[in-house]
């Protein structure tokens, strides 16, 4: 639907600077538990879960083909903190962010 497709986009465009649902939702131009609860149903996932997913995979791509410091892309990726993004990057991938990147990286001998 236009709000689910709405809501991919803002947050694949918006993922760095946290947006929130109610931001979503504007952007969609429906209210914000009107638009969580179709994103929900249609997607199969909540807004958070899917902007989440959207971040991760953002830093593995930061991960694999730059040598931006952890923290970094932490920050370029929305989370607001390296502890946190080490924390939810592991849960999502099975691998902390260093390990990632050795594994992934462009440059895994350097």
């Known amino acids: 639907s236009v709000p689910v497709r709405v809501g991919m986009r803002y947050a694949a465009e918006n993922h760095a600077r946290r947006p ?3 931001d979503a939702a504007a952007a ?15 997607a199969g996932v909540s807004f ?5 997913s959207v971040r ?8 694999a083909h730059t040598t931006l410091p952890v923290v970094e892309v932490a920050d370029r990726t929305g989370f607001c903190n390296q502890n946190y993004f080490a924390n939810v990057f592991r849960r999502r991938t099975g691998s902390t962010p260093k390990a990632y990147r050795t594994v992934h990286g462009e440059k895994a001998d350097a």
């Open 20 to 22: 929130t649902v109610a």
């Open 28 to 42: 969609a131009g429906l209210s914000p538990s009107r638009f969580a609860h179709i994103f929900t149903k249609e």
């Open 48 to 52: 958070h879960e899917y902007l989440a």
């Open 56 to 63: 991760i995979e953002r830093a593995k791509g930061l991960l």
